[in-house]
């Protein structure tokens, strides 16, 4: 009977799969959603239920883009520790996401690929299969990590090179995903993880923007509660340094010789709705946009040639070296300057030196090499050559040639180092699952993956995870 259902299965989704295939990437801070066949364009949706304390207004995932001031935002998140947790908190999100209210959508008629944390716990995934199946009857779906949706990218094109002919995906690759609760690193070998040298370090962009919280308060203004602001403004101010102690050095010099400094205005919800740092252009995103509206994801520029243009901004981020003197001019009277100094490079070095604070914990080159150094030794010097960047803090200026640099001193000189980074790291996983489900030369393997809600409403969850588990 199960092989039956399972070549009904196949008959269902050979015609016309992809155009009815909804992939998201189930991020704990933010959701990338959209159809395989949108021309690779995504949505991005906050993963979470916000209170406004001015407005006195709940706002739930997409709806925050309706927000008018965004002091003192109190956040309800799903995920606790990189585990979703709150299933209320959730499922109040999904429900605007699956029922057609965030982008259009019918469950009976569509397939769903979502991505779930590393080394999910079974009753959490098993959750997972009850909501999608039960509670909104999506016709098929599958499920799988983010590192794993990112592996069926095309990864030599970060290199400036071409996949192999009659190869559809690289052999092996190690992704690093470091995103809102933890960074991840996860080895791959013919597609699948390899279990023994996944690590994760405690690290992520909450840590980071909480760390900021604690700094700026203590040295400037009470921003504690200001979450999303700080968050703000850690995107806009904050790189990595690829010359710790020398630009430490820097900062201490008198605001004239210390090219470090910034000035960021704070926006007043007013006259102003988005902070900028002064002597830069001001951003012209929308708060729309900001708070998640579609991305172009679209790869037919050379990846490399962007990854060229993120060096050279991280260059300047050591820092803004033409622009100290025009910064240092007077603010306006109704402006609120938050001036950012060493904090800028020192709170992304947690990355790198989780001992700054106080945690026992390797940083992200030495995680790297210690997983590398449990796989076969036969296959080390491939995974030093394909090392892929993924996830918000990847975004940080810097963030590629300190891990280039720091591996390169690491590793023994007879492997090659490659680090590739996209030029959109937060959508890579989005773009891979979507050459998954798109693909022909993927078919038959997404095909071998999806379980029927006929399927699951027959067998349960057993089914799901014995299918999904063997693509890992």
Known sequence: ???????????????????????????????????????????????NITRSKVERKTFVGDQLETCKDFSGLYYRLPFEKGLLTSWDVEKQVWDRLFKGKAIPCEPSTTTLLISEPILNLPNIATTYDQLVFEEYGFQSYT????????????I??????????????????????????????????????????????????????????????FRSWNMMDETHLV????????????????????????????????????????AQQTGYVKGKPKAKKSRKAKAGNNMDIDADKSDQEDEDEVE??????????????????SADVDEQVLTMNNERFTVPEI???????????????????DAISVCDEEIQGMLYANVVLIGGNSKLPGFKKRVANDLRQLVASEYEVRVGIDKDPLGYAWKGATRLANMDEFASEFKSRLVTRAEYLETGSALCESRFRSGV
Not at 189 to 196: A, D, E, R, T, Y
Not at 231 to 259: G, H, M, Q, T, Y
Not at 352 to 369: K, N, R, T, Y
């Open 1 to 47: 009977m199960q092989h039956a259902l399972y070549l009904d299965t196949i008959h269902q989704f050979t015609s016309n799969m992809a155009s009815r295939t909804l992939v998201v990437d189930n991020g704990a801070s933010t959701i990338k959603c959209g159809y395989a066949d949108s021309d690779k364009t995504y949505k991005i949706i906050p993963n």
């Open 143 to 154: 499920r799988m990590s983010a590192p794993q949706m990112a592996m069926y990218n095309e």
């Open 156 to 217: 030599p094109k970060l290199y400036g090179q071409r996949l192999t002919s009659g190869k559809k995906r690289v052999d092996c690759a190690l992704v690093v995903d470091s995103g809102y609760s933890f960074t991840h690193i996860v080895p791959f070998w013919k597609g699948k993880p390899i279990l023994v040298g996944i690590r994760r370090i405690n690290v992520g962009g909450k840590l980071l923007t909480n760390h900021l919280k604690e700094i700026i308060s």
């Open 231 to 270: 968050n703000e403004v850690k995107e806009a101010c904050c790189f990595v340094s690829n010359k710790f102690w020398e630009e430490l050095d820097i900062c201490k010099k008198s605001p004239r010789a210390n090219k470090i400094l910034q000035h960021y205005v704070l926006p007043d919800y007013s």
């Open 312 to 329: 050279e901004e991280s260059d300047l981020s050591s820092a803004d070296e033409e622009e100290s003197d025009v910064e240092m001019a």
């Open 351 to 369: 990355l790198f030196h989780p001992s700054d604070i106080g945690m026992e914990q390797a940083g992200i080159p030495e995680a790297i090499v």
